[in-house]
């Protein structure tokens, strides 16, 4: 009767695992980001074991079909399908990993208090896993597509065109994280940073999406876009993200 009790409360769901905490011998604590449930955080026992039929499915990056059973302060793990192996292509290379380390932290952070874009969330984390797997563009570029799209979705779109605070039509030459991006000479506050053109024309287009007009631009507007998005992203998230101190931007 328990055993039938407990299966009846199973629930499956798409999850990407974001992180993983040893338990005991054998056991692993995931933090997972679902497709349908949000964040949760779930046990998988006996994952560690060599005889474990789906330990490597639940690494960090991996993302699999997963079959859930409610517990009193975590959820149980009693089956998963792996949906995309993306852990070992990122793993092997080091400027991948840090970025990818630096996606999910910042993944965890906009979801552990923001239920209600879960599923946005999810759908934007695994597309930007599945093309920095698969090297589709230089790690850093979709590191900071992936920020500034994760920002938006999550309710702080930043501006690149228009002013962000009085909406006058650009282009502008001043950025302010705290107002929300490029502002005009009157909103303007003192000691905002004067981005060069060619590095907002990059940011305008990493948010769009423009893979043509990130592809041709200098290492120099990527360094500067960079440092504005990591302003911008802690700014808004108001706690910092360690990992983005790792992100290998040389490659």
């Not at 009790?5 to 905490?21: E, G, M, N």
């Not at 997972?32 to 006996?46: E, P």
């Not at 789906?54 to 089956?79: C, I, K, N, W, Y």
Request: charge should be neutral.
């Amino acid at each position: 009767m328990a055993e039938a009790s407990f299966t009846s409360r199973a629930y499956r769901d798409d999850a990407v695992v974001l992180r993983t905490h040893k338990l005991g011998e054998a056991d692993r604590i995931l933090t997972l980001l679902t497709k349908h449930h949000g964040q949760i955080r779930a046990v998988a026992r006996g994952v560690r074991r060599t005889s474990s039929r789906f330990g490597s499915r639940l690494e960090p990056f991996m993302v699999a079909d997963l079959q859930l059973v409610p517990g009193r302060s975590l959820e149980v793990v009693t089956q998963a399908q792996s949906k995309g192996s993306y852990g070992h292509a990122i793993a092997s290379d080091y400027s991948r990993y840090t970025v990818a380390a630096a996606m999910v932290e910042t993944a965890e952070k906009l979801t552990d208090v923001d239920g209600d874009s879960g599923t946005a969330q999810y759908l934007l984390l695994v597309g930007a896993l599945a093309a920095l797997s698969r090297g589709a563009h230089a790690p850093g570029l979709i590191l900071d597509s992936y920020l500034l799209r994760a920002l938006s979705t999550g309710g702080w779109a930043p501006s690149f065109t228009s002013c962000a605070r009085c909406d006058a039509p650009g282009p502008h030459t001043a950025f302010n994280a705290s107002l929300g991006g490029m502002v005009c000479a009157d909103c303007r506050p003192p000691g905002s940073p004067a981005p060069a053109p060619e590095t907002i024309t990059l940011l305008a287009a990493l948010l769009s999406g423009d893979w043509d007009t990130a592809g041709e631009s200098t290492e120099r507007s990527r360094a500067e876009a960079a440092g504005l998005v990591s302003v911008y992203l802690q700014w808004h998230l108001e706690r910092r993200v360690k990992s983005l101190q790792h992100v290998d931007r040389s490659s």
